[in-house]
């Protein structure tokens, strides 16, 4: 049966090896082959080697786990907590425990000892096979096709003793011959640094570079915590469609698709779940919240990515200021949460979450950092006067320019990124958040949003407002943002969400926040990719393809 296994395995593994002795071409191998050791470099045909080595042996290679051996199984911390205290040389005979994990090292030291590191879930811990400990039991024929077969890469399960070495190194002293639970085929490199190869390679690329690995964990854990915190406040946390017949909810281009059921019909990926939250607060779920994907059929840069993570929630009878006092908060918490008890979310040094949050009007700080007053951007003549602004500036216009694109322009170019400390922006004009409620602000006396984000070390984090309730007004916004329709902002209006707010929609504020972006701040990666566990839809798409 052993046999049958292996062979099975043959066209699939020997595919682009080349059979007139040639070297392995496949896109694995290629990959990372340059960051091999001399000593590890893939010989000609080294996947057939190695499969006619394991072959040779009598062990099953792919088995299942007995029942018998998972009653002595502990966890690496717990094998590390529990014999902290053994004295150098001491050995615990009468204790008898199993380890499983992946071989990350291994030396062979004479005929009759092996070490080896074994590695799981981020803990280390050393195995000692001695030839003479298993006396009677193993022979040394046993003993040396094991250490023949051993490979950095294979997953093993080892049985024995704790033992604390004269050097002070906590491990386990094996009593029988380590089990082979899975074999790695490939030759195991040491490291992967060229960033296309690990996103294609992402299983090796998480096998040896612990920072991913680590990545991942401050991402589950940042998760956690929000969601954490959104149910101590009561708040119900739902889950709403993916796919419809109207993306809503943004202003951005949606992807589209079509359904079996009605092929005559497209269907968008939402953008945002905000119009589906918002039904559900009408219908009496007076607090909700999501994290999910959305998607934006949109280019890719360092903070950006077509498909990205959010959290949104909504909460009836709750004011702007309400949500920027809840913000305040969850961020205290969170950077407290994740410095203490994960050290390597060291992303935020610099950043001091601690301290009163710093809040500035959208409108005079701009005016302050252009030197010049904007125009009225509710009249007819807004655009022109904007464009004005920029060539007397020297600045790039955005494509497809609008009054929202030029004013989100000189936004990011003269307040976003010099903005360190964590920072509200507030009251933006209203024509940059159309589902927000608006009034006319008396400092510039121009229509603004009843609306903040904020902002640290040059990056939004997240984006709140009271939310627009008036279905007159709404749509008067509807109308207002379709005029900006541009390349990439495909804008139509959503008379049924229209429709719904006929029902009375309560006083509500909202609140989103950009996951990848938060976890990009706390670890520090500068790049969007880097804080995805398959990084962006570039690299997604480069992994389906055929080898």
């Not at 049924?496 to 706390?522: H, K, N, Q």
Request: glycine share 6%; aromatic share 8%; with cysteine.
């Amino acid at each position: 049966m052993r046999g049958v296994r292996l062979l099975s395995l043959r066209s699939y593994l020997w595919r682009n090896i080349q059979q007139d002795g040639g070297t392995i071409s496949s896109r694995y191998a290629r990959a990372y082959s340059s960051e091999l050791n001399e000593s590890d470099k893939h010989g000609p045909n080294d996947i057939k080697e190695r499969i006619e080595e394991l072959e040779r042996t009598s062990w099953n290679l792919y088995p299942r786990l007995e029942q018998s051996l998972r009653s002595k199984a502990i966890s690496f911390p717990e094998f590390r907590h529990l014999h902290a205290d053994l004295a150098n040389g001491e050995t615990r005979a009468g204790n008898t425990i199993t380890l499983s994990g992946r071989v990350k090292s291994c030396r062979v030291a004479g005929s009759g000892l092996v070490f080896f590191n074994i590695s799981h879930d981020g803990h280390q811990v050393q195995g000692l096979v001695n030839l003479k400990r298993m006396a009677g039991s193993v022979t040394p024929d046993q003993f040396k096709q094991f250490y023949q077969v051993l490979r950095r890469g294979d997953n093993f399960s080892i049985t024995g003793h704790p033992h604390r070495t004269p050097r002070g190194e906590l491990s386990i002293q094996a009593t029988e011959i380590p089990t082979l639970l899975s074999p790695c085929l490939h030759r195991l490199p040491k490291g992967l640094s060229d960033k296309e190869a690990r996103r294609q390679n992402r299983h090796v690329d998480l096998i040896v570079n612990d920072q991913e690995v680590k990545t991942i964990k401050v991402r589950s854990r940042i998760i956690q915590h929000l969601r954490l915190f959104l149910l101590r406040q009561n708040f119900l946390e739902v889950e709403t469609p993916i796919l419809a017949s109207v993306a809503g909810g943004a202003t951005a281009r949606p992807f589209t698709t079509s359904a079996t059921e009605f092929p005559e019909r497209d269907l968008s990926l939402r953008i945002a779940p905000e119009l589906w939250l918002k039904r559900l607060v009408l219908g009496g779920l007076d607090r909700v919240f999501e994290i999910g994907p959305a998607f934006r059929n949109e280019g890719i840069d360092a903070t950006h990515n077509p498909e990205y993570t959010t959290c949104e929630f909504y909460s009836s009878y709750a004011t702007l200021e309400d949500l920027k006092v809840m913000t305040t908060v969850l961020f205290g918490e969170l950077v407290r949460d994740l410095t203490q008890d994960i050290p390597e979310a060291s992303g935020l040094l610099g950043v001091d979450f601690d301290k009163p949050f710093n809040s500035i009007s959208f409108i005079p700080a701009l005016e302050q950092a252009i030197g010049r007053s904007l125009p009225n951007l509710s009249a007819q003549d807004a655009e022109a006067s904007l464009l004005q602004i920029f060539s007397d500036m020297g600045l790039k216009v955005p494509t497809s320019p609008n009054v929202p694109r030029l004013l989100d322009a000189l936004s990011h170019e003269y307040i976003e990124t010099k903005i360190k400390a964590p920072t509200f922006i507030t009251h933006h004009p209203s024509c940059l958040s159309p589902l927000s409620k608006s009034f006319i602000d008396p400092a510039s006396n121009q229509e603004v949003s009843a609306r903040a984000e904020l902002f640290a070390n040059g990056r939004e984090l997240v984006n709140m407002y009271e939310e627009e309730n008036s279905p007159f007004e709404q749509r008067r916004k509807f109308l207002q943002q379709a005029k900006f329709k541009g390349p990439d902002n495909e804008s139509v209006i959503d008379e049924s969400y229209l429709e719904a707010l006929e029902w009375g929609l309560p006083p509500t504020a909202g609140w989103g926040c950009g996951i990848d972006r938060l976890v990009m701040l706390f670890t520090g990666a500068p790049r969007i990719e880097d804080v995805r566990t398959f990084g962006n839809l570039r690299h997604v798409v480069a992994l389906g393809r055929k080898a």
